[in-house]
């Protein structure tokens, strides 16, 4: 019997290979991961140095605190990768001043099926690799971590989750946060009322259009309160419609 190929492909460079699968090797993107609905490689950053000490940084040109990895090395892993694994169709630097990971991205992501996630350390990488091979950088927000790993986790079970099969219900992307602009409504379970707090009357009334009514005006609300940029950019696409 033939296996399909995987819907999506991840290749890793890294200098903690250990690290992964982490979070996505769990729950739905574990499972999915185990069924073959996507893939992944992991490849460490120190296999393709050349001396006994396994070097990877050096102090960087100009001054300043911390080391910076040699342009060298991390192109050897990068054409390594390409060697051994293919040429992804989207190569990516995690990175704190590059593009804002958002939802647009993950599904561009995942409509290239294949992704390559080099994972910085130290004070970063130097340029003229990220140059030299045409390396997207993508930032998770403004703030800065340790390394590229987590983001690389993050990145992953975003656009794991957007494979069909992954996730039980596919009515759910169609609901969720950002898939129209705004922010997801509120959610409600058993029991009716808790604490003395009561899911609202329309919830339960059965009718579906107001239920979809009140969801639409809640995540219509929250959005302008919680983030007026998105709530900005959904009125401007509204009135151009």
Request: glycine letters at 10%; one cysteine or more; charged letters at 25%.
């Amino acid at each position: 019997m033939t296996v399909p190929a995987p819907l999506f492909a991840a290749q890793i460079l890294t200098l903690f290979p250990e690290m992964f699968p982490g979070p996505v090797g769990a729950s739905l993107a574990g499972k999915a991961l185990a069924d073959g609905l996507w893939q992944l490689d992991i490849l460490n950053i120190r296999d393709f140095t050349t001396d006994k000490h396994r070097t990877v940084d050096d102090t960087p040109y100009g001054g300043g605190a911390g080391m910076v990895m040699r342009p060298d090395i991390v192109a050897a892993a990068l054409r390594g990768a390409e060697k051994t694994l293919g040429r992804a169709k989207r190569r990516i630097y995690l990175s704190p001043r590059g593009r804002v990971l958002n939802q647009k991205l993950v599904e561009e992501l995942v409509a290239a099926q294949s992704v390559l996630l080099l994972c910085g350390r130290y004070e970063g990488v130097d340029q003229r690799v990220l140059d030299a091979e045409e390396l997207e950088e993508v930032s998770l927000g403004d703030f800065v971590l340790a390394g590229g790993e987590v983001a690389a986790m993050v990145l992953m079970e975003a656009c794991v989750r957007l494979l069909p099969g992954a996730i039980g219900n596919s009515e759910t992307h169609a609901e969720e946060s950002f898939s129209d602009g705004l922010l997801e409504y509120p959610h409600y379970t058993r029991p009716p009322e808790w604490e003395g707090r009561k899911v609202p009357d329309v919830l339960t009334s059965g009718h579906h259009a107001m239920v979809n009514e009140w969801r639409r005006a809640e995540a219509e609300k929250i959005t302008e309160i919680r983030r007026p940029d998105l709530w900005k950019a959904y009125l401007a696409q509204k009135k151009g419609k």
